[in-house]
């Protein structure tokens, strides 16, 4: 008898689960007598999916270099099934330039110039994501047969699980179901809905968060002003889109003023389309830029101070870890363990005394204390060689100021942090990005053990992931040369930190501040979330999640705590919704139903569960988190039997 599997989500996610189903199924006794069908569903082209689809702006780049992104497997991968190698994606592109077989026009040009340092664009990240999945179609073995359906999954039938049904009438047969969507699109939130309702009553333009590529930035007419609330990668096609995207360019001057990139700077060349952008966040910086060097000294030894041994330890705690004041400490303390391995063993004419007695003294030391202080101070004589989480995290905090020496002070910060991250003397960058990877998987090991308290999971872990991903994930750093050649032309500016938006009904404008500017609020008529929609199975736009979500399979995860709110006198309970879809971290089943239950047949793996893993690519040689997942999900499903 066929079994059949069911994926929906074709992108480099559900291409992934795909592959480790096809590398495992011979040792699962799939074969011509024991036959397995998998559909992979996705209106998007199969391989790339929606995010890195080929038709999109050729503007709009990965934030990744060529040499670190794979979908493929490597010895480094502890995992059930067969670790398959394969291209990463420069590779990949080397393969293609050597068999003569580039794509036409302009990404053929950008295959036969592309190295391992480059950032490709996404249109580039599309073809390599069709080879991925084109060889995985070709290394299917007997037995195993694969239909791509590049339609929509809209539902189930008759609260059957078992039984999908495509927007096109078609149902399929499944024995399982895997929820593979990638960011999920969902309705505005209740303050998002008062904006819409307001600002559409008045006359004004209002972006609700989304996917910056789907965005209808053509309806902002040339020499608006428009406030753009976030300064993440959502920001940064944004800004692509509005300048560069409506005709203008840059000019390098190798000879100007350096920027922080040691290349001089650019200047903007405009259209005459353009927009006044002014923009701020929370944290009223952009993310870090991504580093372009490699290490000078050996890989420091990790995990150090925030490995399984500790992770052990603080899942076996009675009442539960707070992620903040019990983990945080010993990640921060085994970030710097990356950064200072690699300034005493990269550039050890920084730093007083060997490597040897200053890494003893530091096993010895707490994260928060004097003598950690103590111990820096006499190491490493330069204060801007120190690591200093607290200035990384709230670069601004304490400051207010006028407009102008907020745009000078940003603009330095930004050429300060670029530097740092193109410039080979501050490798220890990178040190600490090594060690701060580590720390992360470890730390979702810590969530998927379900060691955090409550309250913790519902405030602490949005604050890591943020802080993980304006450390680990920012835009390659040519994208902020752009910002700041933007800044100095006019074209855009900055508002800071704590920025807030509202809407001034009697002027029928929006209304900027922020707590690091002093002046005058900026007015607009045109707002952008420039972020992703909040993850939310209640609140999704998937036809699929609405359809589980009606027949009581699936629901978003809530939270529960108890809390004194007014002094001692009182206590109550706060619940609070994540908005994602609980998942078993073992093999990520769905836990349904009151006792949250693992659902035999129906599986969830992505941004849109409480795993929170790391892309769905990643760099080679790492171990993957989710290559492990992929296979964990993959080794589960070929398990599983009519008995089920």
Known sequence: MTRSVVIVGGGPRGTGVLERLVAGAPAAGVDADHPLDVHLVDPYPAGAGRVWRTRQSE?????????????????????????????????WAEEVRD??????????????????????????????????LARVLDSAPEGVHVHVHEQRAVGIEDGDVRRVRLEDGEVLTADAVVLASGHLDASPTDDEIALLRCSRRLGLHYFAPEQTTDSDLDAIPAGETVIARGMGLAFIDLMVLLFEGRGGRFVEDPDGPDDGSGRGRLTYVP???????????????????????????PRPPLPRFFGPDQIDELAARQGGVSLRADAWPLIAKEAGWGWYHELFHGHPDRVAGDWDTFAAAYADVDWYSAERERLVEASVPDEADRLDFEHLDRPLDGLRTDGDTLQKFLRTYISDDLARHVDPRHTEELGAFVAILSAYMQSVELTSRGALTAKSRARDLGWWQNLFSSLASGPPGPRLRQLLALNRAGYVTFLGSGLSVEIDEENGTFVATGAALDGPPTRATTFVDARLASPSVRRTSDPML??????GLVDEETLSWNACTRGDDYSGVVEHSTGLLPVDPADHRVLTGPEQEPHPRLFAIGPHTTVRLPGAFTRPNTN?????????????????????
Request: charged share 20%; glycine share 10%; with cysteine.
């Open 99 to 132: 068999a003569h077989s580039e794509p036409e026009g302009r990404v053929g040009e950008e295959v036969r110039s592309l190295t391992g340092s480059t950032f490709p664009t996404r249109q580039l990240q599309s073809h390599y994501l069709a080879d991925v």
């Open 624 to 644: 993957s988190l989710s290559f492990r997942a992929n296979d964990a999900v993959a080794q589960a499903l070929l398990a599983i039997t009519d008995d089920d």
């Open 546 to 551: 609405r359809s589980l979500m009606r027949a």
């Open 59 to 91: 503007l709009l780049w990965m934030n990744s270099m060529a040499a670190d992104v794979t979908m493929w497997t490597d010895d480094s991968v502890t995992c059930a099934g067969p670790i398959v190698p394969g291209p990463s994606l420069i590779e």
């Open 271 to 297: 259209s005459g389309r353009e927009v006044s952008l002014h923009v701020g966040s929370g944290r009223g910086v952009p993310y870090h830029a991504k580093t372009e060097y490699g290490l000078l000294g």
